[in-house]
């Protein structure tokens, strides 16, 4: 599993001259959850500020998952800060702005898209039991609410780090389980955790790995849960501070990254040629003939039907034209009649006339 916090030799001295940090080296792999504890002055809270770069290391080099951000410019630093939640113990809230707006605040300012925000807050409210408190403002939670909206605001953005600076130090033992099991959550979801706090006890029931500090040193570091160790003589100190070697830590040799193999066209080609090759050709064949043999009456019936269909329009108009002649010559024969029979009876009109004519001549 790969390292998400690395302390190689790290020292702190402040300007005033206090030590903060003296040699300390330890690491914390990704995905795990630590406690960091220690009396007031032990240098949990100046752990916290190198690794959020609020403070710089006077030496040794911290690693952020195998990134070194001691050297790291002024101008980058907010950019690595969006990898880290914080949670802090007086809460940091915005007393004008809803317990929504709040939580909300914190994906605006890395210019997350509203649609995602309106998606992604209410399934964190709801993940630390605040939904139902959505519009109720700072001043109207009590202090376990406070430090809920605090985690929510700490893992909107999925952060791969979680820094708890004493999360439960204003919270009575009641609330501090309930933040305690918020962060618990968190953390199997694979967030890494480090949690700062001076509640021995909390720390026992949630049997975790528990960091232990005094005066600057790492003086013990436990793997089940929290046993008051003694200082380990000097000796000692490479056994129980892993990682103590800078240029092994940087000589190590990362994992080459397999390559998928690239699929040419020509190959697709043959293996679709193979496939169909192994298909049964025969049958489909078969069948593609039958299926044209018993569609193909379907379409010369329907040929004969509309030739039929045509030849009898084509019978009818003729027979419609033989009628409409027959009439015509019927029409013209009798017209022909008619006139012939008119014209015989002017003719023996004409004939009986001259016959009186005849006749009175011979009288006279």
Do not use: W
Request: charged content about 30%; glycine content about 6%.
């Amino acid at each position: 599993m790969a390292d998400s916090i690395n302390f190689v030799r790290v020292s702190k001295r402040y300007a005033n001259g206090v030590v903060a940090l003296r040699d300390v080296s330890f690491s914390i792999a990704d995905g795990e959850f630590v406690f960091v504890i220690g009396e007031s002055g032990a240098g949990k809270s100046t752990i916290v500020k190198l690794l959020t770069r609020e403070e710089k290391t006077s030496s040794g080099k911290i690693l952020l998952n195998n990134f070194d951000i001691t050297g790291l410019y002024e101008k980058h630093v907010p950019y690595m800060r969006r990898k880290i939640g914080m949670i802090f113990q007086d809460y940091r809230l915005i007393d004008t702005k809803t317990v929504y707006e709040n939580v909300a605040f914190a994906m605006e300012i890395v210019g997350a898209p509203p649609r995602v925000i309106a998606r992604r807050v209410p399934i964190v409210l709801r993940m630390v039991g605040l939904k139902h408190r959505s519009n109720a403002y700072p001043t109207q939670l009590s202090g376990g609410e406070a430090q809920r909206v605090g985690i929510a605001r700490a893992v909107v953005n999925n952060p791969r780090i979680i820094l708890a600076d004493e999360p439960t130090g204003n919270l009575d033992p009641a609330n501090g389980e309930s933040i305690m099991a918020a962060l618990n959550k968190v953390n199997k979801e694979g967030t890494t955790v480090l949690c700062c706090t001076h509640d021995i006890e909390l720390v026992r029931r949630m049997n975790h790995r528990v960091l232990e500090f005094k005066d600057g040193h790492l003086i013990s570091d436990t793997g089940g849960g929290y046993t008051s160790l003694p200082l380990p003589p000097r000796h000692e100190m490479a056994e129980v501070q892993p990682n103590m070697d800078l240029e092994r830590i940087l000589r190590r040799r990362r994992e080459p990254v397999r390559e998928e193999p690239v699929v040419s066209a020509s190959t697709i080609q043959d293996d679709i040629e193979r496939i169909l090759s192994r298909l049964p050709r025969r049958e489909a064949t078969e069948a593609d003939e039958t299926l044209e043999t018993v569609e193909a009456p379907e379409l010369d019936t329907e040929t004969e039907e509309d030739t039929s269909v045509e030849e009898v329009l084509t019978v009818e108009n003729e027979e419609e034209v033989s009628d409409d002649e027959s009439d015509g010559l019927a029409e013209t024969e009798a017209e022909t009649a008619k006139d012939t029979s008119e014209t015989d009876a002017d003719d023996n009109i004409d004939d009986d006339s001259a016959k009186l004519e005849s006749e009175d001549q011979a009288a006279v």
